[in-house]
């Protein structure tokens, strides 16, 4: 049996993945509470491995070495997010990478997914990855999308729209949850939209 695929993201309100300067809202839109960190550290109590696309990579091994233990980048859910197998999806990195067990795959990337899906013993996650988990929609490799929305709009200084360039995909509503009374987690089964003759 495959094993289920996740693609985990944080947004604004208005579909963004992060803001650019001079947003001064800090990391989680400055909208962390303890529901959410806690819940956070749970998702990530379970043997999973992590994928994640070269860019995302990249920005977490750069925000993690430029981090102090005291920052939010340090929080306990990252931190064992960290300690996990992770695999990542990219033809330009080289090993060895500074994630503690973490491997290359170059290639297809949804190639590489599907094949790890089928030898995978535990669930993949991947938390960003925003243009490798937009193939991974279009190709029907992701069985769910659990969205962390934040109360916020990001009007002017939003970047990284989530689903921009995504297929069109029919979801259907497996689990919603409400964190710090202001956070929503939306967790969906996607399916490729298909038009129907008229």
Not at 6 to 30: E, H, I, N, Q, R
Not at 108 to 131: I, N
């Amino acid at each position: 049996m495959a094993a289920t695929y996740t693609f985990d993201v944080f947004s604004s309100l208005d579909g963004y993945g992060s803001y650019a300067s001079p947003g001064d809202w800090g990391g989680y839109w400055g909208r962390q509470g303890p529901e959410l960190l806690d819940h956070r550290l749970a998702l990530f109590a379970e043997e999973q491995r992590m994928v994640f696309g070269a860019t995302t990579y990249r920005d977490f091994a750069q925000m993690l070495a430029a981090s102090t233990e005291e920052s939010d980048v340090r929080d306990p859910w990252v931190t064992r997010m960290v300690g996990m197998p992770a695999t990542v999806v990219s033809t330009t990195l080289q090993r060895p990478l500074d994630w503690p067990d973490a491997t290359v795959a170059s290639g297809d990337p949804v190639e590489v997914v599907a094949r790890l899906k089928e030898e995978s013993a535990v669930p993949l996650r991947s938390h960003g990855s925003l243009s490798l988990n937009r193939a991974l929609l279009a190709a029907g490799l992701v069985d769910l999308v659990q969205v962390t929305l934040f109360p916020v709009i990001t009007g002017r200084t939003g970047v990284a729209p989530v689903f921009g360039g995504a297929p069109d995909l029919d979801l259907e509503l497996v689990e919603h949850r409400t964190l710090d009374g202001r956070t929503q987690e939306l967790t969906y089964r996607p399916t490729l939209h298909r038009t129907t003759a008229v």
